[in-house]
């Protein structure tokens, strides 16, 4: 096998099993944990497509913000009674059910898309593709700024929308900062 | 691909050292008989009452959420940071200037919105 | 990695080489320190083992190994191992992304009955076309080692410990990046070397189209960003959780907070995280403003030639070019280890609020003026006005 399969193989294997262990573990904090390490290999996979950008935001946004986040605030929380409600119980038992149910759904779509001819590239198209210069972040910019500029200034109002949000809801009566 | 793998290696060296220090450190101590009173948290001297886990301001949750915002439109920037010279290269200076100026316009009224609103007082 | 065993296992021993510098340069720099410390109280410090107390290092380091082994009872005993592991990742792989030095070129050569090379050696553990942002992501994820100590140790202490020192990581952070992005609207690329070689020669730029160029200055990214470079630096200070900006571990009011419950070889391992990051943060300000590991109006090549014109090989002048290279970025970062432990014993700790205020009130808005008054300059001096 090539160098570069071997690695691929490595960190899809880890990217996998770590995710599995985000979902089958009781502890909600050891759950955040393994979705933190789900994330930085997902950007190890995105290094080795030469996605660097991509991969360099991978890990200072979803692995260095969100995930941190979520880890400090379950690390806030008194958890004794969650592990206990997702272990057992009726809510577990809704909750696999639903679960199983999607990852179902998931591997028939994907079964069924790989008959017909939506994912299959036809070996000229790809060709083409090897041919073409290794995209790069400029690239990206460029792309980024001229054909998706009016989405962009929108995310921009989408950040501010959550940005106001955030604060209407941490001032609800009640709350440890509510305005009296 | 190939600037993964050192990266790799070194974080696999990285933890296979720090390993072996704790390993170290676990073989060379002195080795003494535990009891309730040592190995209970530390608390200046006093009993331990309560368990760690205590209530918390809302604070610390909404200073996160507010980060990841305004991170997310920090590394927006990089790109057309990145970019930029080239624009101004290619005769397009004041486009790609104007396309982050809308951008930033709506990050300043966010950040001073959130100063106004004593969103970020800590008191 | 490379082409050939050699060239690989070179490779991997430099990385491992400049991990291990990472690691010895600690007990180097808490010396620094208390003597520096002493010198700043107008005391002696550690002065008794060996020649002024330098072998106090040695005695330290055997001290941290032959500690008791200690885990409180109601800790989380594999996340409590694993914090100080992780603590040391972040730092070293950040640290290995940046140049050290110039490349070094060897030329072919016989050995064992096979010709080996041409190759060319970094002065770097590995070359990332990404520097900056790798570099970013890679130390936001050192928030980690703090959450796991202060969560596994099951102490109130450290709990609020690692809580205040991830909310004022985050909270710099914004800073730390924005003011990042003046420097890629100056230099427009991602890359450290780039970055370093566009610093080469006496200080040159564009002004409204025409090129003007200054001899008596060198070509110094503090020169194009005064005020991203204040604002890098005391953004740093707070990722690296020091005075001024201690409050995770104020002692009078959380005893030493995340590692309030570790002790030994473990809490040394915090420390080497905590001193990595100080390297980290001052090669990052030797790289963005003062010119990487380049001396001041001489190019590589001239020393290069000044070495070949007394004798030398190729392949040892290119050698012994990257060694005085390397001798100049490690006396630039001197400075700002310094300047670290100055810093240090001479500010008194802020109070939270006001360094939650600073971070979000001050910097961050100053932080966006100077990305804006950044890109206005640079949008009016490379345009071509005609």
């Not at chain 3, 099951?154 to 730390?176: C, F, P, T, V, W």
């Not at chain 3, 300000?285 to 109006?297: A, E, L, N, R, S």
Request: charged share 10%.
């Amino acid at each position: 096998m090539e160098m570069s399969s071997i690695l691929f193989y490595l960190l899809a294997a880890a990217t996998l099993f770590f995710g599995f262990r985000t979902i089958t573990v009781a502890n909600p904090i050891f759950s955040a944990l393994n979705l933190a390490l789900t994330m930085i290999t997902l950007a190890g996979i995105f290094f080795m497509l030469d996605a660097y950008f991509i991969a360099g935001v991978q890990l200072a946004v979803y692995a260095g913000a969100v995930m941190v986040l979520f880890v400090m605030v379950l690390m806030l929380f008194d958890l004794s009674g969650e592990a206990r409600a997702f272990s057992r119980g009726m809510m577990s038992g809704i909750l696999k059910v639903g679960g199983v149910s999607l990852f179902g759904i998931i591997v028939i779509a994907t079964i069924m898309g790989s008959f017909s001819n939506i994912l299959v590239i036809d070996s000229g198209e790809a060709a083409a593709g090897q041919a073409l210069v290794q995209p790069t972040t400029r690239d990206l910019a460029v792309v980024l700024f001229s054909r998706y500029l009016l989405a962009f200034e929108l995310l921009g109002l989408l950040l501010l929308v959550v940005a106001v949000g955030v604060v209407a809801v941490s001032r609800i009566k009640g709350g440890t900062h509510a305005r009296d | 691909m190939y600037q993964l793998v050192p990266v790799l290696a070194l974080s696999v060296f990285v933890a296979l050292f720090g390993l072996l220090l704790v390993f170290l450190a676990s073989r060379f101590g002195p080795r003494t008989k535990p009891s309730a009173v040592k190995q209970s948290s530390y608390e200046c001297g006093l009993e331990v009452e309560k368990s760690t886990t205590t209530k918390i301001p809302i604070k610390y949750y909404l200073t996160a959420i507010l980060f990841i915002l305004f991170d997310i439109e920090i590394i927006f920037m990089y790109p057309w940071a990145l970019a930029f010279g080239d624009f101004i290269q290619a005769g397009h200076g004041l486009y790609i200037f104007s396309a982050m100026g809308v951008f930033l316009a709506i990050f300043v009224f966010g950040l001073f919105w959130e100063i106004k609103s004593r969103a970020l007082d800590w008191d | 990695m490379g082409t050939d065993i050699l060239e690989i296992s070179i490779n991997f021993a430099k990385m491992v080489a400049i991990f291990l510098l990472m690691v010895q340069l600690v007990p180097l720099l808490v010396w620094v320190e208390r003597r520096g410390s002493a010198l700043i109280q107008n005391r002696l410090g550690p002065n008794r083992v060996g020649p002024l107390g330098l072998t106090q290092l040695l005695a330290d380091a055997v001290k941290f190994l032959t500690k008791e082994e200690f885990v409180p009872a109601k800790s989380h005993r594999f996340l409590f191992y694993l914090a100080p592991i992780v603590a040391l990742l972040p730092a070293a792989v950040a640290f290995n992304a940046i140049p050290l030095s110039h490349p070094i070129e060897v030329e072919a050569f016989e050995w064992l009955g096979h010709t080996w090379g041409p190759y060319t050696f970094l002065f770097q553990g590995y070359e990332i076309g990404i520097g900056i942002v790798f570099v970013l992501g890679v130390s936001s994820l050192a928030a980690y080692a703090l959450l796991l100590a202060g969560w596994a140790s099951d102490n109130k202490y450290s709990l609020i410990g690692a809580l205040r020192a991830s909310a004022q990581m985050i909270s710099y952070e914004l800073a730390l990046g924005l003011s990042i992005v003046g420097i890629l609207l100056v230099f427009n690329t991602f890359s450290f070397s780039e970055m370093v070689s566009q610093q080469v020669g006496p200080l040159s730029f564009m002004f409204f189209g025409q090129e003007v160029s200054i001899p008596f200055l060198p070509n110094w990214g503090i020169f194009f960003q005064p005020l991203g470079a204040i604002l890098l630096l005391a953004a740093v200070f707070a990722e690296t959780n020091r005075l001024p900006f201690d409050l995770p571990e104020a002692e009078a009011e959380l005893v030493a907070g995340y590692h309030t419950e570790y002790g030994g070889i473990k809490m040394n391992m915090f420390y080497i995280g905590e001193y990595g990051h100080m390297l980290v943060a001052s090669a990052l300000m030797v790289t963005f403003y003062f010119g990487g590991y380049h001396i001041p109006f001489i190019t590589p090549d001239q020393i290069n030639e000044f070495f070949s014109g007394r004798g030398h090989g190729a392949t040892q002048a290119s050698l012994l070019t990257a060694l005085v290279l390397h001798l100049s970025f490690f006396a630039k970062i001197a400075v700002f280890l310094w300047v670290f432990v100055w810093v240090r014993w001479t500010l008194p700790r802020f109070r939270y609020d006001q360094l939650m205020d600073l971070g979000w009130k001050t910097m961050l808005p100053w932080a966006l003026a100077n990305t804006i008054i950044t890109a206005i300059l640079v949008l009016m001096m490379r345009s071509s006005w005609s």
